[in-house]
């Protein structure tokens, strides 16, 4: 057996020379990670939106639709005020055939725009560079200077468990899209995190997006993004809880510092689950139950003028076929239920997701029998006035079918 | 680079087991094999990117590491280790080396992989994105391991080397130190590999005995 020789001691001094040159290399590194913003970036209101009339509006987003499933979807605004919305649809979940469809719609349309596909499975195969199963969960985003960003999952293996988070953009309202590259978030084989809810932005540029991880235990994550376009993302995560049961969080900012974070239970609680954060989302109280009930199914979260907290979810603990809005007057500790967006026996109303545009509006979008997304859009005088009331409001019992 | 290491990993894990298998018959025992062997290896990865398979036009080596998608040094480097030694007879690690690379890989996997599943509050992997503290503790060990000329330190410098070079996608210094499948190896390798004595270690690793 031979060993090369390393013996000489001027090889290893070079070697203790090169660590340190690497080490402050890796420093040097370390400060694009330390330079992210951390503060919150709230929306107010202003004196127009607190003069605005009580607003109420339905309407489906895919109306002439031919695929048998649509799920998941996200909303967010251009920069001319359009609207722009994305969801996955096929013919089933985690099928070889499942796109992500875009629409958008503009300021004064009334109909939104044929949906297009902006991602299929051979498109991400090609772009990532892997092979890709099938396409998932996708999430919409941005702010004034309207470049579109887009996250959404490929599964490579299995079924949800085996999937990962990629990225792309758009600077042209969504016409072309980069090429896709993957976000690295988990040790795992870089496997079963997934997105859902929406984004908070983050003072000076940058967002912080509520992740999940669901591959052996599931549990709420956040995926902290810089907000220059034009360089490498630069990204990192941290943890909201740990266990096996929360996911699917949906975070709300309720100051610079402050946010709360409502989660999905996938066990026995059969209720909906908070966590709060008092120091820009880096630390988190353990999650309690709140009052509301939660049957495995999405919850969406957003955070009115007045400080109320606003959340949509599926009011039962064995179905989905009612999907309500509760407010909270103090910050998530009691809530009461307020209206009803859509109910039905036998129903299945779910995954909502809230946006709020730069002109106040409130929008939410949700899977309608996962064959259609349906568009609600109201604003706070609207919700203020479902709040006078002292009962569950029926709002609406439509089958709206296109 | 990424796509060179795609590459690369496949065919490091095929040649390694292939040689196992076939140095057992006499027929190979010429030593020409050891050059084929080594030309078979720098054509599979000169060619293997270029064969495309059907799914997405991706070629077969990336295909074969969809799910690998970041490769550690660490396991590159053992791989290359115990490929030297079956062809070349060059014995690039000492038992304490590989004693170290085990030991190293248990205690990185028992600390990353339980809270990456959910195992708690903290999750160790998000110091990989620039946690001051798990830059010290790195190069700290790398300094000890060099002062004590351990070679396993060469593998840790040429893992801090790749992450500022950004040689694959990853953004995490973890991804570039340990992966599952080095980590599944040393789980296996480092209890047994602290009772090898001197005797029974002729090849200095239990990997490659």
Known sequence: MQRPHVSKPWVWIVFIFLLFVLSAVSFLKREQYVSLPLDLDIPEGNSLTEKQQSFYLEEVIDPESTYAMAHVASITELSDGSLAATWYAGSTELAGDVNIYFSTKTKNSLKWSEPSVIMSRSQAAKDLGIYVKGLGNALLFAREDGILHLIYSTITIGKWSGSSLNMTSSRDGGHNWAKSRSLFLSPCFNLSELVKNAPVPLVGGGWVIPIYQEFLGKFPELLWLSSDADRSWVVKKSRIAGGCSLFQPSLTGLSAKKAIAFSRDYYASQKIWSSQSNDGCRTWSLPKPTSLPNDDTGIASLRLFNGSLLLAFNDSSNSRDTLRLAISNDEGESWSTMATIIQEPNGDFCYPYFFRSRDGLIHLLYSWQRRHIHHVVFNDAWVKQQCSHNTPTLISTTTSMP | ?209
């Open chain 2, 1 to 209: 680079m990424t796509s060179f290491l795609h590459s690369v990993l496949p065919w490091l894990v095929i040649m390694t087991f292939l040689q196992k298998k076939i140095q057992k018959n006499r027929f190979f025992i010429s030593p020409v094999v050891p050059f084929f062997f080594v030309g078979l290896f720098v054509a599979g990865i000169l060619f293997l990117p270029l064969i495309s398979t059907d799914i997405g036009r991706i070629s077969l080596a990336l295909w074969s590491s969809s799910l690998m998608r970041s490769v550690s040094l660490p396991l590159i480097g053992l791989l290359l280790i115990v490929m030297m030694d079956r062809l070349f007879s060059c014995q690039l690690f000492l038992r304490s080396e590989w004693r170290t690379l085990w030991i190293f890989g248990m205690s990185s996997s028992l600390l990353l992989y339980p809270a990456a599943l959910g195992l708690g509050h903290i999750d160790p992997y998000c110091w990989g994105w620039g946690n001051k503290y798990f830059l010290i503790t790195l190069a700290l060990v790398t300094l000890l391991l060099l002062l004590a000329k351990n070679r396993f330190a060469i593998l840790l410098l040429l893992a801090l080397a790749a992450y500022d070079l950004q040689l694959q996608e990853s953004t995490n210094l973890w991804d570039y130190l340990i992966d599952p499948i080095y980590g599944i190896l040393a789980m296996i390798f480092a209890i047994p590999s602290l009772f090898v004595t001197r005797k029974q270690a002729p090849t200095s690793s239990l990997f490659l005995q």
